[in-house]
Nanobody, 125 residues
């Protein structure tokens, strides 16, 4: 079993920055790809960013490319999402997820094995 706990969400003005973190416990994630997803009110959950199990390849949705950066800390079993130039349309609950051995081609679609509870990000218009 893997437990994922997101943190770092909050309310930020448009153009501001936030850094989300996802702390994993239960087992080492050195063989797991990891991803960030988000779900806005009334919308389906969507892929935001993902990084392969070896940390070599990252992938972003077109809506966040150039503004968000995903990274992982193997020593701390933690995933991060640096979000810059935030826009009102980035408002959502952000979830981290873990999928063992997921290749680059599957980062956006999974399947992911474990999910966190989410952290709220609000960017007022």
């Amino acid at each position: 079993q893997v437990q994922l706990v997101e943190s770092g969400g909050g309310l930020v003005q448009a153009g501001g920055s936030l850094r989300l973190s996802c702390a994993a416990s239960g087992r080492t994630l050195s063989t797991s790809s990891m991803g960030w997803f988000r779900q806005a009110p009334g919308k389906e959950r969507e892929f935001v960013a993902g990084i392969t199990w070896n940390g070599v390849i990252s992938k972003y949705s077109e809506s966040v490319k150039g503004r968000f950066t995903i990274s992982r800390d193997y020593a701390k079993n933690t995933l991060h999402l640096q979000m810059n130039s935030l826009k009102p349309e980035d408002t959502a609950v952000y979830y981290c997820a873990v999928g063992q051995w997921l290749p680059f081609t599957a980062l956006a679609i999974g399947p992911y094995d474990y999910w966190g509870q989410g952290t709220q990000v609000t960017v007022p218009s």
